[in-house]
């Protein structure tokens, strides 16, 4: 059919099912690494693991002006995601300042699982991005909490250190309880504290919810792209943004998925960055620098919106974290790579 219309509609076509084919592909790289891990997660989430773990890094708060109870939120994010860490949240009385807080500290570091692996998928030393994105969370959440402290009305860092981790940790797990966002801890000897039954419906409920959100997405994303190509869009972005570019130290070709990532989330970014590498993979140095900022600042739309929505300050999870990814991006560049 394609055949018998004119050049125009024919490249827009080709170009369309050419970015639905890549979407698929796409969407299948990143379920075949998102759902194992998720599986691995809710099962974990379901033993003593998370009170533990919560109990070792509670006494910490304090180095952010937070009191123990933050642990929660926080800990979950690292092994969950953003709307796990609101649900979270939902369960203690926290101001704006400590909402804000937390959210600046868990967008540095949270699914660390999932996007360990997603990182090494597209070439990036997973190991690496890790430690560098836990010192971020740290040197982010100190600043968030000084800044916090003078203009939201915070708690300075050091000036408390919050206790009853326990205590929080056992509330939380009351009152969030079980499905996707349940913390709750094994009790009275039991090796989980839900039965199979419970957790292969948590595990089969949330699996296809990944695979509809990742579809809805990717699909239209890779669309979107080849169209972009095709009407050389990049170009004229690369065009307008080249002093954003120079300053990063990023080349051209990196833009688009340092963009996609920027607005859309770490997952998206790597699946587009995937999908461009196999025609014309970016420089070591531009990888490296992609994943430096995405790491730092990604789908910034969306995580604005809803730790807004849960109460914390919109210009601190937006202007602020993008500051900050632009000047380590910057400075990663020029530490980096002083030859470049």
């Known amino acids: 059919m394609t055949d018998i219309l004119p ?3 024919k490249q827009f076509l080709t170009a369309v099912g050419s970015g639905a084919l890549k979407g698929l592909r796409t969407a299948r790289m990143l379920l075949v690494i998102i759902i194992p891990i998720y599986i691995a997660v809710v099962v974990l989430r379901h033993t003593g ?31 969950s995601d953003e709307y796990s860490v609101v649900a979270a ?10 909402v804000t807080i937390i959210a600046m500290i868990i967008l540095c570091f949270h699914s660390i699982p999932v996007e360990m692996v997603v990182s090494q998928k597209i070439g990036l030393p997973a190991l690496k991005f890790t430690v560098f994105r836990l010192g971020l969370a740290v040197l982010t959440g100190i600043v968030c909490a000084w800044l916090a402290a003078a203009f939201l009305g915070g708690v300075a860092p050091w000036a408390s250190f919050g206790g ?3 205590a929080a940790v056992a509330s939380a797990a009351s009152d969030v309880g079980g499905g996707v966002y349940g913390t709750g801890a094994a009790s009275g000897g039991a090796v989980f504290d839900a039965g199979p039954a419970e957790m292969l419906t948590e595990i089969g409920l949330g699996a296809l919810s990944l695979v509809f959100n990742i579809l809805r997405v990717i699909i239209p994303l890779m669309i979107g792209i080849e169209l972009m190509l095709l009407y050389r869009v990049t170009e004229m972005l690369a065009q307008k943004l080249k002093p ?9 070709d990196a833009l688009l998925p340092l963009l996609i990532g920027l607005l859309l989330g770490v997952t998206y970014g790597a699946g587009a960055l995937s999908e461009m590498n196999r025609t014309k993979p970016l420089p070591p140095r531009d990888m490296t620098l992609l994943g430096v900022f995405i790491f730092s600042c990604h789908g910034i739309i969306e995580t604005t919106y809803l730790f807004a929505v849960a109460g914390g300050s919109a210009i601190f999870v937006s202007v602020l974290r993008l500051a900050i990814a632009v000047l380590v991006t910057a400075a990663a560049s020029r530490i980096l790579f002083r030859a470049g």
């Not at 949240?89 to 400590?98: E, H, I, N, P, T």
Request: glycine share 16%; proline share 4%; charged share 15%.
């Open 7 to 9: 050049g125009k509609e």
């Open 49 to 79: 693991l998370f009170v533990w773990v919560a109990g070792k890094v509670e006494p910490a708060m304090g180095f952010f002006g937070l009191s123990g109870e933050a642990v929660v939120p926080i800990v979950t994010g690292v092994f």
């Open 89 to 98: 949240m939902s369960v203690f009385a926290l101001d704006k300042a400590q």
């Open 164 to 166: 009853g981790a326990e």
């Open 244 to 252: 954003f570019c120079r300053l990063l130290g990023i080349g051209h």
